[in-house]
């Protein structure tokens, strides 16, 4: 099958095999994000998925843990989702996790009863778009919920058996206020008790609403001497009551990124944000965009060094 658009997933994900059921994302608002900006959702036909399926059968794959992609596969219909689980089941019969991207908004549009099926057919980690605890943030940046929405529809998947890792974006709340979202995300992330977080760490394209924003001066982007700052007071705050939270945080532009399991790897971590902010404090501003002449260099999120 010939991919459209850019591959995106969660690092979690990378070593599953992606199989395509929607091609870009169905909401396409969120005013930082220039993804699938360039593409019409759609669903792909049933056929097509099953030729994907077959395809990979007969090279010889036997996939344990299947990613469906595209943006927000999640979106699709409770029956049609369940369609494409017992196809999965048929073809590799040895696959017992399958994980998607999920909005806020395509898990309140399902009953519990439809996330009880789709968790008892093997549907098991949902990768939802938190970025933000901060309300104004969140419509600012036109995501589509909002922080109470976020945290009953949470409870929900896991209700139905299902795990919620959370994305977040340091950066996100804008200038000067990293460690006010930081606090807000932290006591959020608390209460909802995601099993995994990834921080991306915000990045400024010149293609998205969020540009013109800053053109027009109704954002003022934070330093990423700010980001990590914020970064680190998320990784001083998380709370991991005996359970093994795991946190992954990408800085793509200064190419930096901190692992690890936070009841064990916190002090390393900690240190590991220290010994940066030291270092960019010493620097001139640097901003993660795509149209100053302090570009970002790193080309992918594999292209990073200094992994704790
Ligand atoms: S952040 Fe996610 S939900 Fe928002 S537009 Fe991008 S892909 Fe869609």
């Given at each position: 099958?010939?991919?459209e658009?850019?591959?995106?997933?969660?690092p979690?994900?990378?070593?599953?095999?992606?199989?395509?059921?929607?091609?870009?994302?169905?909401?396409?608002?969120?005013?930082?994000?220039?993804?699938?900006?360039?593409?019409?959702?759609?669903?792909?036909?049933?056929?097509?998925?099953?030729?994907?399926?077959?395809?990979?059968?007969?090279?010889?794959?036997?996939p344990?843990?299947?990613?469906?992609?595209?943006?927000?596969a999640?979106?699709?219909?409770?029956?049609?989702?369940?369609?494409?689980?017992?196809?999965?089941?048929?073809?590799?019969?040895?696959?017992?996790?399958?994980?998607?991207?999920?909005?806020?908004?395509?898990?309140?549009?399902?009953?519990?009863?439809?996330?009880?099926?789709?968790?008892?057919?093997?549907?098991?980690?949902?990768?939802?778009?938190?970025?933000?605890?901060?309300?104004?943030?969140?419509?600012f940046?036109?995501?589509?919920?909002?922080?109470?929405?976020?945290?009953?529809?949470?409870?929900?998947i896991?209700?139905?058996?299902?795990?919620?890792?959370a994305?977040?974006?340091?950066?996100?709340?804008?200038?000067?206020?990293?460690?006010?979202?930081?606090?807000?995300?932290?006591?959020?992330?608390?209460?909802?008790?995601?099993?995994f977080?990834?921080?991306?760490?915000?990045?400024?394209?010149?293609?998205?609403?969020?540009?013109?924003?800053?053109?027009?001066?109704?954002?003022?982007?934070?330093?990423?001497?700010?980001?990590?700052?914020?970064?680190?007071?998320?990784?001083?705050?998380?709370?991991?009551?005996?359970?093994?939270?795991?946190?992954?945080?990408?800085?793509?532009?200064?190419?930096?990124?901190?692992?690890?399991t936070?009841?064990?790897?916190?002090?390393?971590?900690?240190?590991?944000?220290?010994?940066w902010i030291?270092?960019?404090?010493?620097?001139?501003?640097?901003?993660?965009?795509?149209?100053?002449?302090?570009?970002?260099?790193?080309?992918?999120?594999?292209?990073?060094?200094?992994?704790v």
């Amino acid at each position: 099958m010939d991919y459209e658009g850019r591959i995106c997933r969660s690092p979690m994900e990378k070593s599953s095999y992606m199989l395509p059921v929607t091609v870009g994302c169905p909401y396409n608002g969120c005013h930082f994000c220039n993804l699938f900006r360039d593409l019409h959702y759609r669903e792909l036909p049933f056929s097509q998925i099953e030729e994907e399926l077959r395809r990979v059968q007969n090279a010889g794959g036997k996939p344990k843990k299947i990613f469906l992609g595209d943006g927000c596969a999640f979106s699709l219909k409770t029956e049609q989702l369940l369609k494409i689980l017992n196809l999965i089941h048929q073809y590799f019969p040895e696959c017992d996790i399958i994980n998607s991207d999920a909005t806020v908004t395509s898990i309140r549009m399902k009953t519990d009863e439809e996330l009880r099926a789709l968790s008892e057919n093997g549907y098991k980690h949902l990768y939802i778009g938190i970025e933000s605890g901060l309300q104004d943030v969140l419509s600012f940046m036109h995501k589509e919920h909002d922080v109470v929405e976020a945290e009953r529809e949470i409870a929900r998947i896991k209700n139905a058996g299902m795990i919620y890792d959370a994305h977040i974006m340091s950066g996100v709340a804008g200038k000067e206020r990293g460690i006010e979202n930081a606090e807000a995300l932290a006591a959020f992330l608390n209460r909802t008790k995601p099993e995994f977080v990834v921080n991306f760490s915000m990045f400024i394209s010149s293609d998205t609403p969020l540009y013109q924003d800053i053109v027009k001066g109704s954002f003022q982007p934070a330093t990423e001497l700010e980001n990590l700052k914020e970064d680190r007071r998320v990784v001083e705050l998380l709370a991991t009551d005996g359970t093994e939270l795991f946190y992954d945080s990408f800085h793509d532009c200064i190419r930096k990124r901190v692992w690890g399991t936070l009841a064990k790897d916190r002090e390393k971590m900690l240190k590991q944000l220290d010994k940066w902010i030291e270092e960019f404090e010493k620097k001139e501003s640097i901003y993660a965009t795509d149209f100053s002449y302090k570009n970002c260099p790193a080309q992918t999120m594999f292209d990073l060094e200094n992994i704790v």
